[in-house]
């Protein structure tokens, strides 16, 4: 091998990241449904995987499947024997997405060696677990004998936490011969109770009436909620209150701080003295997620909960006026929310592969989703990591980043990487959030030992050799890989007899080898030189060395860290000519 040639298999290796790459991005763009109801107990079946995704038998146990929802939840598992998909937990509709209908979990199916993604989603489906509720058994209502037939007199909502056809869809009414009721829709989708006047109404006559109210979900079998509604009815108070608009609407950011005003309504009493005197108060004075209070005497709406625009984007409220003798009138304020930048984006990391081999490019280290609970400009992201560094950040499929290396990377130039992964939203002001990790590249047997010099000249004098072993040198060697491929083991390539008379010097050849597989080679040449004295007689000298056999060997324990002296032993037996 010369110096740049790389591993056999790289050519393997890098084809199939080349593969793998155009998977990430081919898949991804369908995904595959699942549903299951709602309160179905954990660890029922949802899917069979390998069959789903097109897999090999027990490729999923030997890809190290994972499934991936946002923000860590775990709302499904695999089984660990089959891979089946299982549920993980009891899912509850109404707490994991409230009134938002479909209610769809989006989830990754992810799969390491090779990686890739396959996109899902749970559809979790309704069941009618829940029957209409009024805010109260009772509702009074005060009603004047003067009012005319064909007037609309809005009713308390009752409220039903299903959601489609389980969800509220009617009101009926105890049958009487004054009313009957009728079923609205709000802004915000809910239906409420209207009572309509058929037949005029006379205190003298009937004084108080008593009806049943009755709430109808769409289930099968439906669920119902009743109320009794209690009616006054009033001698001579010849107007209702009634609101200067109809509906309403006002804008505040979700921080607004508590006690800030949104609005004042205002309503008009034609009658004189307390007839025309007009309190204020909600209607649905019940209603959980109401963050609102009203002055009962100026009308001004107050914050009186924070608000979070993640949690929900608008309030429909109904204010009423009612006067001195029990009349009312209803308006319907509309009040949006708006997203302020309080949320950090989160990093969701899936996969982290380190330590990675040198020498290849385009090495999938990092799999990770990024998400921000925001909307609009404040939920946009951008992900960058340290241009220095040889990494790159790609997009993949859904909030999906890939960070992959830069060209090939050298172990021996860096063994280790530091990198932040910062994650920016685009909002104002701007919030981010840092993740940081640490990759290793692992040692490929790339470079060669190389002893110190190309040459090394020793010298032994002649006179000097009475033991079978003599230690005339050292040479030096080092191999900037890393463990095994760093160990050297030394070997002697001559093995002959030497004459001096035709060679008074003996040139030998020093291999080094190291451990990897295969292993690479250096050599140098080391030149030993017989040094004359000149206190025997110049015959005896030659014919000393005139014949002799020489070997020589060097340590047999593999020399690991760099620059450790390889000793060479000489052992020279001497012939007498
Ligand atoms: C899932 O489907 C695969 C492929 O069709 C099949 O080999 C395997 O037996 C199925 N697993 C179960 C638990 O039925
Ligand atoms: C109320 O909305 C439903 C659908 O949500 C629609 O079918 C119905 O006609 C609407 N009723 C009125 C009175 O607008
Ligand atoms: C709400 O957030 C905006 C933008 O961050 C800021 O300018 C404003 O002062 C905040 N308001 C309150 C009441 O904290
Ligand atoms: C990476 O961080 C660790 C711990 O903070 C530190 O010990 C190491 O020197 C850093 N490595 C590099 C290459 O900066
Ligand atoms: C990540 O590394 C950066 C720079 O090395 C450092 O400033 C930051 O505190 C680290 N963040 C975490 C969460 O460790």
Known sequence: YSETSLPPNTEHIYLAILIIWMILWEVGSESIQYSVLEETESGTFVANLTKDLGLRRGELAARGAQVVFKGNR??????PQTYDLLLNEKLDREELCGSTEPCVLHFQVLLENPLQFFQAALRVRDIN???PEFPAREMLLKISEITTPGKLFPLKM????DVGSNGLQSYIISSNPHFHVVTRNRSDGRKFPELVLDKGLDREEQPELRLTLIALDGGSPPRSGTTEIQILVLDINDNAPEFAQEQYEAQIPENNSLGSLIITVSARDLDAGSFGEVSYALFQ?????QPF??????????????????EFQSYHVDIEATDGGGLSGKCSLVIKVLDINDNTPELTMSSLISPIPENLPDIIVAVFSVSDADSGQNQQIVC???DNLPFLLKPSVENFYTLVTEGALDRESQAEYNITITVTDLGTPRLKTQHNITVTVSDVNDNAPAFSQTTYTLRVRENNSPAPALHIGSVSATDSDAGANAQIYPELVLDRALDHEEEPELTLTLIALDGGSPPRTGTTLVLIKVLDINDNAPEFAQ????????YAVVGKEPYNAVGIDVTVLFFLKYYIC
């Open 158 to 161: 009752a409220q039903d936490l």
């Open 293 to 310: 209070e009203i002055n009962a005497i100026t009308g001004e709406i107050r914050l009186r909960k924070a608000l979070d625009f993640e």
């Open 543 to 550: 014919s000393f060395l005139c014949c002799c056999y020489c």
């Open 384 to 386: 960058s990591v340290d």
């Open 129 to 131: 677990d829940h029957a």
């Open 74 to 79: 775990q709302h499904l598992q695999l089984d």
């Open 285 to 289: 004075v019940d209603d959980i997620n």
